[in-house]
């Protein structure tokens, strides 16, 4: 689907809230600014009001000033200063400053910040994940299934995943979990290593969950199955092998019945975990069950990520896809019954 109109109506203003970090180089800053921008640009354009708040840890004194009745915060905070991965601490201060915000709660950013607690939720209500152990300590715990995936619990954008994370027997997997505890400092997570289609599955809405172009990661360059996983340098390393060679494919390329249950799956895991306005879940696909295995609620944003990529798939511009979400969120808090609908066509 996507808009017929350009410009759309809203009548708040919108106040992006970002990041920007004591310790980030000068090109973490110029690929900050350049994101913010075409944020700001795409939402513009639509004919919306705009403003850029760069945040280091002081975020009410950044909101003072701003009437939370005229505001409506895109919040693209992934942290505070000296927390890179405090997703949590953000929407406690926006609600008791009364501020209206995009995605999701505390509560929903912490528990899918920790790969163990998502886990046990999805078990919790019988969606497919792979078998899992964890360990705070390397020792082999009587694990059998190889091969095997380890990776910090409690990480994000596969930090600490190369290939190898991928272990064959008991012996690499002891030495892979000491070198998870000592590196990260956090638990090892251990998975049964599900050498299939990988599939990031992205979603908007809170009452209804609509389902956008799935994307397919393609592996089939990859002779050795190390090799096939997301990696750290696949998603961010652009002078990587990885990088170069990992393709992607949206809309993928996927039978109706896999589809129905890929997006069945995704639906379930978006509600269990309470995830609002818009997510992402990752899986892959082994004898045609879709196993869940990572979930990301306020997940990347940014033009070049999974999430725009899908929605350009559905018909929807940048600027497009950041209102949608706005709208999405705006109506979670009563938006007045006079803002007209938006027309929306197929694409």
Same mark, same amino acid.
């Given at each position: 689907?996507?808009?017929?109109?350009?410009?759309?109506?809203?009548?708040? =203003?919108?106040?992006?809230?970002?990041?920007? %970090?004591?310790?980030?180089?000068?090109?973490?800053?110029?690929?900050?600014?350049?994101?913010?921008?075409?944020?700001?640009?795409?939402?513009?354009?639509?004919?919306?009001?705009?403003?850029?708040?760069?945040?280091?840890?002081?975020?009410?004194?950044?909101? &003072?000033?701003?009437?939370?009745?005229?505001?409506?915060?895109?919040?693209?905070?992934?942290?505070?200063?000296?927390?890179?991965?405090?997703?949590?601490? @953000?929407?406690? @201060?926006?609600?008791?400053?009364?501020?209206?915000?995009?995605?999701?709660?505390?509560?929903?950013?912490?528990?899918?910040?920790?790969?163990?607690?998502?886990?046990?939720?999805?078990?919790? !209500?019988?969606?497919?994940?792979?078998?899992?152990?964890?360990?705070?300590?390397?020792?082999?715990?009587?694990?059998? &299934?190889?091969?095997?995936?380890?990776?910090?619990?409690?990480?994000?954008?596969?930090?600490?995943?190369?290939?190898?994370?991928?272990?064959?027997?008991?012996?690499?997997?002891?030495? &892979?979990?000491?070198?998870? +505890?000592?590196?990260? !400092?956090?638990?090892?997570?251990?998975?049964?290593?599900?050498?299939?289609?990988?599939?990031?599955? =992205?979603?908007?809405?809170?009452?209804?969950?609509?389902?956008?172009?799935?994307?397919?990661?393609?592996?089939?360059?990859?002779?050795?199955? !190390?090799?096939?996983?997301?990696?750290?340098?696949?998603?961010?390393?652009?002078?990587?092998?990885?990088?170069?060679?990992?393709?992607?494919?949206?809309?993928?390329?996927?039978?109706?019945?896999?589809?129905? &249950?890929?997006?069945?799956?995704?639906? $379930?895991?978006?509600?269990?975990? $309470?995830?609002?306005?818009?997510?992402?879940?990752? +899986?892959?696909?082994?004898?045609?069950?879709?196993?869940?295995?990572?979930?990301?609620?306020?997940?990347?944003?940014? %033009?070049?990520?999974?999430?725009?990529?899908?929605?350009?798939?559905?018909?929807?511009?940048?600027?497009?896809?950041?209102?949608?979400?706005?709208?999405?969120?705006?109506?979670?808090?009563?938006?007045?019954?006079?803002?007209?609908?938006?027309?929306?066509?197929?694409?």
């Amino acid at each position: 689907m996507r808009r017929n109109a350009k410009e759309i109506y809203n009548p708040y =203003s919108v106040l992006i809230l970002h990041n920007v %970090m004591s310790d980030w180089t000068s090109a973490d800053i110029e690929a900050a600014e350049q994101a913010v921008t075409r944020m700001k640009y795409g939402l513009t354009s639509l004919g919306m009001e705009v403003t850029s708040i760069p945040v280091r840890r002081d975020i009410e004194g950044a909101l &003072r000033g701003f009437d939370p009745k005229e505001c409506i915060i895109f919040n693209w905070c992934e942290g505070l200063d000296g927390e890179p991965n405090a997703y949590d601490a @953000i929407p406690p @201060i926006l609600e008791r400053l009364g501020f209206m915000y995009t995605g999701s709660d505390a509560w929903c950013l912490n528990i899918t910040e920790d790969k163990v607690a998502t886990k046990e939720i999805l078990r919790r !209500h019988r969606i497919p994940t792979p078998q899992a152990a964890v360990y705070s300590r390397p020792a082999r715990n009587g694990w059998v &299934r190889f091969p095997a995936l380890v990776k910090p619990a409690t990480e994000h954008c596969s930090l600490g995943i190369t290939r190898d994370s991928v272990v064959d027997n008991s012996d690499e997997l002891r030495k &892979r979990v000491e070198f998870v +505890l000592d590196t990260y !400092h956090c638990k090892a997570l251990v998975e049964d290593f599900i050498d299939g289609p990988e599939y990031n599955v =992205s979603l908007w809405g809170n009452e209804r969950l609509d389902v956008l172009p799935l994307s397919l990661i393609d592996y089939s360059v990859f002779p050795d199955y !190390h090799d096939r996983l997301c990696s750290y340098d696949a998603k961010w390393d652009p002078a990587s092998e990885a990088y170069l060679l990992t393709s992607v494919r949206c809309p993928a390329p996927v039978e109706d019945e896999l589809r129905r &249950r890929i997006e069945n799956v995704c639906r $379930r895991t978006q509600r269990s975990l $309470r995830v609002r306005d818009y997510g992402r879940v990752d +899986l892959r696909v082994r004898d045609g069950i879709p196993y869940v295995v990572d979930v990301n609620s306020n997940p990347d944003i940014t %033009m070049e990520g999974g999430f725009a990529r899908s929605a350009r798939a559905a018909g929807y511009d940048y600027g497009q896809t950041i209102a949608h979400i706005l709208e999405l969120a705006s109506a979670r808090y009563a938006v007045p019954a006079q803002i007209p609908e938006r027309e929306m066509v197929m694409a």
